[in-house]
Structure formats: C-alpha cells, structure tokens
C-alpha cells in the first residue's frame, strides 16, 4: 500500500495538553524548589567555600537571593580563627546580571558592604594571602592560567563603615573606611575609565581619595584629589629595605594628582597641591636625612626623562650626614620657582629659574667647615646641558651670602656680605674649560687668616663691575678681565709680631681690559691712605710708611710681557726710619715677614729662572713728602728728617742690562739744610751698581753731637757744613770723594778719656786740628775719600764718619802745616813717642851740633815761621822734646877730654919748677845718661827762650816733655823736635 493512499491518523489534543501542564506544573514546582531552597543552597556552599579557604567557625544569620533580578543579600556573615574573629559582615548587598554568564563574564551592577570588620594576613614569602581567615594563594597554578579567562564587570561597589587589618611580613596596618566606592569596573573594557571615591582612616591619619582610573589598560592611568592628614612614615620603613633602614616622620598631603604607567616604562605622575613631613628621618646604610619640617606647594612631574617643579619648598632644621664624615644643616630654606630636567641618554639639560634662601646654611666635611648666617640666589634663568664629555651652563642669578664663615686648620675665612648679580657661563670640552661672569660683585668685611703663617688679609668693602673671563687649556690658566675694580679697607696683618703689613683705605682700577695677545692693561690704578709697618698693639706707635695717595698710570702685565707702568706718583710720603738701642731697624721685622710669606715650602727655588721683566717710566713724589730718621743707638737720641720737594726716577727696568734709571733728588735736611741729587742707577741689579752727583747745603753740626760726643769726646757747639759729592758704586763697591765745607765750627771737649778715640785718629788734638785747617773766614775745606762694600758693611756708621773726619782733618792740618812752613816743613812725619800711645804730627826738628844746646844761625827762618804759625793759630800747641845721641856722648866725652887735658896743663904750668914729683894717669872720661838728659832738656828751654824772646810765643803754648836718648846711630842726630 502505497503511503499517499493512505490518510495520516489524527493525534488527539487532550492528552497532549494534558502532558505539557504536566511538564509545566513540575517545572513550576521544581523552581518553587529550587527558589525556595537556592538561599539555603548558597549559604550552604559559600560556607563550603569558605571552609575550603581555611575560614573556621562560620556563621551565617541569613541569605535571601532573588534569581530574577539576580539580587543576593547576606546578613551577619562572621568568620573566626583560632578564636579569633577574621571577618565581620553584617550585610553585604549583591546585584548581578545573568546574561553574560553564559560568556563567562560576571557582572555586578550593585554591590554594598557596611559594617564590615576584616583582617588580612600575608605569609613572611608574601605568596598566599588570607582575608578573613580564608588563604589565597597569589601565584596562579598551571590550570588557572589554561582556557579562556572569566570577565568582571562591576558597575558599582560602595562599602561603608568598615575596619581593615593588614599583617604582613614587612607591614602592620589598619585602616577604618567610611566610605569606598567603586564605580565603572570593566575587566571587558580595558580603556573604560573607573571611578574611586575613599573617605576612611589609615593607622590614625585621615585619607582621602577621589579620582577616576583606568587599571585594565595597557597604560593603566589615575586621575584625581589625594588628601592625607597626620600619616606616620615609620611603619613603612621596612617595605624600603635594604636602601632605606629606618624611617619616621609625620606626612600630611592635599592636592590632584595624575598617575601612568606606560607599556615597559617609568610611572609618570603629576602632582598639584600641597605635602608637609613633619620630624622625619631617613637613614641608609651611609647616609642621614632629618628635619623638623619639609613643605611643599605646587606642581612635580615625573616621566620617563624628565622631571618638572613649579611651586615653593620650606624646610627646617634639615640634617644631612654621610659615612665620609660630609655634614650639612641649615635652620630653614625657601625656594620658589620653576625647574626642569631632561635625562636623555643622548643629551642632559637641567633649566629653570626661581629663588632659593638659606638660614644659617652649615657644611662640615673632615678638616674643613663652611657656614654662613644666610644664602639667598635668585635666578632669572638657568640652564646646564651635559653630552658625552661637553658641559655648558649659564646661570643669569643675584647671589648673596651674610655672615660666611670658611674654616679649617691651616685658614680661617670671614665675610660680612657677598653678593653677586649677573650672568654667569660655562663651557668644558675636551680642550678646556671657559668661564665667563658678567656683573657687578660687592662684598663687605672680608677677612682670611692663616694659621700656619700667622698672616691675616682682608678688606672693609669690594665692588666690581664688568666681565671676568677664565680660560683653561692644557695646564694654562689665563684671566681675561673687562671693567671696573674698587676695595676699600685692603689690609695685611702679621699675627705673629702684632705688625700690620699694609692697611690701604681705597684701591681703584679704571677701564681694566685684555687684548688677543694676553696683557691685562687698565688706564689707571689709584690708591689713597696707604699706611705699611704699623704696630697692632702700641697705638702711640707712628707707621714706618705713610703714602697720602698713589696712581699707576697705563699698567699692563702678562707672563710674557711682564710689568709695564707708564708712571707712578706718590703723593705725601711720610716714611720712618728708627734705629733702637740694639742696633736693629724698625724695618727688619717688616722685611723678615715678607720674606716669610713670599718664600714658599712647596716651590723649590729657582735661582737660574728668568726674572719676570719690569719696566716703569717714571716714579715720582709729589706733594708734602717726608723721611725722618730716629737712632736710639745715640745718647741723647739723634733725629733729623728729610724732605724732598722732587725726587724723580725714570726708565726703571730689568731687562735692559745696560740701561741705567735716571733719577733727581731735591729737597730739605733739617730745617733749612739743602740736598741736590742726580744721577743713574740700575734698581735691579744683583749687586749694587749707581752713580751719583750732588751737593748737600747748610748742614747743621750741631746736630751730629750725639754722634761726636761718644766717639770723638768733642760737643759740636756750632757751624754749618756744605758738601759736594761724587758717589759710584760697581757690583757693590763704592767709590767716590766729598768735597766738604765747614763754617764757624766750634767744638767743646768732652773730658780725657772720650777724647781718648779721635786722638788716637787726629794724631793731634781736634781744637788744634781745626786751627791749623780754618782759613781768614773761619772755613774749613775737606775731601773726604769714600770707598768700601756696600755688601759688607761691618762698621758702625757713625764711627765711620768719625774715621773718615779724622782722615781728612788730619791729611788736611799736615797740607796746611806744609803750606805754612813753606819752604820748611819738608820732613813733616806722623811719629809714636815711646812711652806715648798716641801718635803725634812732628814738623821738622831742630839740629844741633853734636854735644851743644846752642841754636844754629841758620835756624833762625825756620824759627820764624814757626813762630807765625803758632801766631796766626791760636789754637795750636807745640811740644819741646829734646832728644840725645850717641854723637851727643862722643861729644861730651870729648869735650870732657879737651877740658881734662887743660886742666893738666894749667897744673902743670903752676908747677913748672918742682922736682920730685910725678904726675898719676887719670882715668877714662865717661858720660853718664843724666848727662845726656840734661843736655836734651838744654836744648828744649833753648827753642823755648829763643820763640819767647825774640818772636813773643807765649811760654804756656811751649810745652816740654821728658828728654829722649836714641840709640840708632843710622838715623839719630842731634836734635830738639817740634810736635804739634
């Protein structure tokens, strides 16, 4: 049978109606079921659940679960441990979407938790976590990690009211929230930004948070309001080991802040507000940071390369400390402004501008210590750029220092005030290093003290404007200067000996400038009030140097140059010069200090190296000028001054050998005494080389006393002397003459044995001396020879113009006595008597014939003229001494014979007649010394009575001495000597 023929059987409706209400009715129940069993369900298995996560002792007052709008509510959920309570929920409030369960994603649309207490503990690896006694392993197993992963999305979680516990391994905290919301939560949608509401605090500090976030994106980004109010940084301290081993402080902070964190890169933040630390302390393992307090206000950014600063930073009392024993503290610090750093690998730069103030800034590092009252800089711009090994920096900046103090145990540095305003650059390359300054610099009280020298330099006042270039290329250094240079109060003191070395009120350089070729040149130098070689100590005590002004006109320098003046002039020169009772001058102890600093421990000498040249055209003296001279060496002191009216020295310099410097000395000896210089001299010499020429006019005597009254034993009580000198020295020898004048002399001796000293120089007494040398006006004439080694001068100098006087007066008294006498006088010898120390200028004797006391005729000129000599020189003594002979002995014995033999014969002849006697032999005659003695003393009272009688010589200005028997028949005649 064919199925087309054959008609369908028709189903019946009822029974299958029938089935489905079935169906339906057991579907109906089964969910009535289901809804009414499903809370139970869930509680049962979140208890389950929980159990497995370790959770103990659950407890779970309700659970009410609505499946068709997906709402879940569970009340009073607690979970303790170890008799503990981990976990305290009161009501947590679930909506959820069915949906997009089927695509393994779960999504809340509501979430609410209040009164939650929890407790979250991580183990000491910090690889599991348990929240509420439940653990959580953090590292993901293998079967995690495999299939497609499950999707949240939570479009709002709020909790309120709740308390968190954290235990961790390096970390104890709690946190009390009053309110956390969660708003936008999409694991789907990566860039879906999130909403964050905080209001809660976090171990006793208030925090607050409200921004918006991106956490799934590839560049996970935040945006929004911080607020933390009284957080303690010392519970954080561990989560910074090892770099950081202790940490405190107290943080408050209020302000927006931006956080991203790029694909493999450094977090970029941005931060706009406001952050105080209070008594905080952080400390590495070699380093220490601490302070009261550290402000912030405005913006920080950070990013990969870069990092900017817009705002103002306070501190206070801030300590810095490093195991290299490097301290730093100040008392507080402002800064205000904007900065900038850009770190590319490639190329550094840092730019900014603002201003920066220190209080009481204080660095200390091992032997030195640098600290100052208060540092202010502010910049109107600043940059600094670093690539490969090339450095430039401009700073455009006002600098000030107050109070500086620079320390260390060879130096001591002081300074009042110090300000710089200008531009300052940089620039370092491999071929050197170039700073430029460009400004005006002012500085108050600056004071340097070393120790080691005991010296001490400083200055009351500096100001300078202009460009200071130092340029720097391969070990040379070269200072371009341009502008202006003023200090007031420069002064150098020797510590040492309580002696101020220099003290200058002003120092002014003009127009100071540098050419291509390297010599720093200025149109002038002036310099006022200049005072050298004070006592710090005696304020009675004069200065030996006193300068009212000096001025360098067109001074220039370079190393190859050297020094180049066109002209010096001092004005008002007032200069001492003091000799004390020891013989030492005041300027000894000027010069040994000099030396002392000049001469360096660490520079060895250099005797074969090139001096640096000099050369000066013209010193001169202007003004008021005085040199006064004080010898203490004298009784009573002896003091005089001189006072030029022009001293004039041109063409001074070194490196001409052969040239000479010029020079013209006018001026005042005393009071009315005149000098008249020139001359040439070579002031660089290595030994003494000059020639000069001049007279000194109306010089005071009586004024050289002191020095004649010790060593001559004569008062000069008047007289004037003038002198024409001749003067030259060669490699330290001195040669040359003083033609000397003197008028109206007149001396008073002194006593014996004062006298003693010139005597033994004169040969004769100086009152005689001087008779025989003044002329009808009363004038003495001399030459003084003047010779010896300037650099071996052992006499005393005023012994040696005694030595020198004497000289003269006595080769002068013997010229005149040879002029008087003329054509006698011929014999005129300088003879020591025996007996006499002294010796004496013997004119010609008189001769006698042997065995007489009878003056020849022709004596009688010679006589005469001695005569008119002791006439016309009052003054002039002469001493009588008769001297004996052998001659004298024959004489006598002769004599004696021829008388003997007259004698016999007389006798003879009165006996003529008698016979029977003979007549005895008679002995030989012999002359006694008393006899020759007597004969000597006859021959003195002869010259005596003879200028007596006949020329009118009074008898006290003949004077005898004892007679004198010579024994050297060679040279010995018959004679009376004539001594002056």
Known sequence: MSSRSMPEAATPAKPRYSGLKTIATLIVILSVATISLLPQAIGYGLKKWITAQGGEKIAVSNVDFNPFTAEL?????????????????????????????????????????????????????????????????????????????????????????????????????????????????????TEKTVKLLFDGVIDNASVSLNGEATPFSASPTFNGEISIKDLSMAAYSALLRPEIKQLKGNLNTSGTISLKQPSNKRVETAFNGSFRLNDFLADTSSQQLTGNELMWNGKLQTSLNNYALDGKLHTKNITYQDEQKLTYRHSQADWSGKLLVDLKPEQKAIKGNGRLTLKQPDLQNTGSHIKAEQAELTATQATLTLANDEREATVTAKLKLDGTTVSSSENELLSEAVTWDGTTELKQTAA?????????LDGEAFKVTENKLNLAIGYSTVKWLGLIGIEQTAGQVTVKPTGELLVEGLKADDLANNLGLFDIHSIQLEQINHSEAGIIS?????????????????????????????????????????????????????????????????????????????????????????????QIGQITLLGDNEIAFLDQTTEPAFQTRLKPSTLTVTDISNHTPKKLAQFDLKGLIGESSTIDFTGSIKPFAAKTTFDLKGRIEGLELPRLSPYTAP?????????????????????????????????????????????????????????????????????????????????????????????????????????????????????????????????KVQLDPIPFKPGSNLIQSEQDPYLEKVAQLLNDRPEIHIRLCGVTVDADRLALIEQEEQQRQARTQEKKDSEKGKKGEVAAPLPPVSIIDEQLNRLATERAVAIERHLSEKHKIKGDRLISCLPRIETDKQKSQPRADLLI
């Open 522 to 614: 200025a149109a002038q130098i002036l310099a006022s009030k200049i005072t050298i070689g004070k006592s710090l100590t005696k304020s009675d005590h004069l200065p030996q140097l006193d300068i009212a002004a000096i001025s360098l006109n067109l001074p220039s320098f370079s190393p190859d140059t050297g020094l180049s003046i066109d002209k010096i002039e001092a004005t008002d020169l007032k200069q001492r010069l003091t000799r004390a009772a020891d013989k030492s001058w005041n300027y000894d102890q000027l010069t040994r200090a000099i030396k002392r600093i000049s001469t360096s421990e660490n520079e060895p000498a250099n005797p074969l190296g090139e001096p640096l040249p000099i």
């Open 73 to 189: 509510r569970i009340e009073n959920l607690t979970i303790a441990r170890n008799s503990k309570e981990q976990l305290t929920l009161p009501t947590l409030d679930l909506q959820l979407d069915w949906l997009p369960l089927w695509k393994k994603q779960i999504v809340i649309t509501g979430l609410q938790l209040s009164d939650v207490g929890l407790q979250l503990h991580h183990n000491e690896e910090g690889k599991q976590l348990i929240v509420g006694g439940m653990k959580f392993d953090l590292t993901p197993t293998e079967a995690q990690q495999d299939g497609t992963p499950w999707k949240l999305r939570v479009d709002q979680i709020k909790l309120t009211n709740s308390t968190l516990i954290y235990n961790g391994p390096l970390l104890t905290s709690s946190a009390t929230l009053n309110q956390l919301t969660l708003s936008g939560l999409d694991t789907a949608n």
């Open 711 to 839: 060593l001559m034993g004569y008062k000069l009580q008047s007289g004037k002397a003038n002198s024409d000198i001749q003067l030259s020295a060669r490699a330290g020898k001195l040669e040359g003459s003083s033609d000397l004048i003197i008028n109206q002399l007149e001396v008073e001796p002194l006593g014996t044995e004062k006298m003693a000293a010139l005597q033994t120089q004169l040969s004769i007494p100086l009152e005689t001396a001087l008779g025989m040398l003044k002329d009808k006006n009363n004038q003495i004439k001399l030459n003084l020879p003047i010779s010896g080694d300037i650099e071996n001068i052992t006499v005393d100098p005023s012994d040696a113009i005694n030595q020198a006087i004497g000289r003269a007066m006595k080769k002068g008294a013997k010229t005149y006595l040879a002029t008087a006498l003329f054509p006698f006088g011929t014999l005129l010898t300088l003879v020591e008597l025996a007996g006499d120390a002294a010796a």
């Open 432 to 440: 050197g290093t170039l700073i430029s300054a460009d400004g005006r």
